[in-house]
């Protein structure tokens, strides 16, 4: 690594604000990945879609962002990253959800939230060196950004980067439906109609846009039990950091109860994951307690 490219990488910690310890991790994880991704498009030939899965609170952005420098900036492949966020669904399409589906698809995120086909026209012009434009998505109004400030991206790219909670995900069998994993399920979906909704999105439209990809990174987690841990987390320094400031607590900052809720959404497919995604991952990042990457595998 050139001294050039050791204060990018410097630059880049800094600005997401990551621990001196994390250079350890680029080092023994990261940069090692790059090193595969170059690896797997120079056979490959071609423009390349790498899956990343990660549930909530592991660090798949940041895994997405220090691999997008490396490749840019060591192998010299440009490189686009892509949060499955971003395909979400307009407000208004999902409302039209909660309606004529069910009412919990008011919490965005689970399969069947997604602009499933936007996504199936974006990365196969990408695949194919097509100009194209990246929606974004503003969490703030909760609603996709206005196409002005969507990404344009006119030349060739050699990585793209597609990163979210579900990436890769398959559905459970109609078997696995029939009984509710957590309180939520067992009282606002008694009938399953919700989880089966979520099932079907992934049998379907989800399938064809997951089957896109080449290669699939999983970042797992110790247990379901980490996500809720590691959420508390994230909500606590948001409300501490509201306090210390003197200011109102925002309305998407929850209390414990809207975080057990909220987690809830996601603990079914979480769990189905975490027990048959490794198998056929093409590289593991295991993780311990601490959010730290501690083995990879295979």
Known sequence: MTDETRKVFQDFLFQEKLPLSFLGKLNDFYLPLARSIQSWQAELRAPILVGINGAQGTGKS?????????????????????????????????????????????TRGVPGTHDVALGCKILPDLLAGKPCAIPRFDK??????????????????????????????????????????NELEAREDADGRWRT??????????????????????????????????????????????????????????????????????????????????????????MNREREIIETRP
Request: glycine share 6%; proline share 6%.
């Open 62 to 106: 940041t895994l997405a962002g220090t691999l997008s420098l490396a490749l840019r900036e060591i192998h010299h492949l440009e490189t686009v990253v892509i949060s499955i966020d971003d395909l979400y669904l307009t407000l208004e399409q999902r409302r039209k959800l909660l309606r004529e589906i069910h009412p919990l698809l008011a």
């Open 140 to 181: 703030s109004h909760d609603d996709r950004a206005p196409g002005a400030r969507w990404t344009r991206i006119n030349d060739p790219v050699d990585v793209i980067l597609l990163e979210g909670w579900c990436v890769g995900a398959t559905p459970e069998t109609a078997t696995a439906l029939v009984r509710p994993i």
């Open 197 to 286: 909704f979520v099932n079907d999105s992934l049998a379907g439209p989800y399938a064809r846009l997951f089957g896109l990809i080449h290669k699939l990174v999983m970042l797992l987690p110790p247990g379901f039990e980490c996500i809720r841990e590691w959420r508390g987390e994230q909500e606590e320094k948001l409300r501490q950091c509201f306090v210390s400031r003197g200011e109102p607590l925002p309305a998407g900052v929850m209390n414990d109860e809207a975080l057990n809720r909220f987690i809830m959404h996601y603990e079914r497919l979480s769990r189905w994951m975490f027990e048959e995604m490794p198998a056929r991952a093409d590289l593991v990042f295991t």
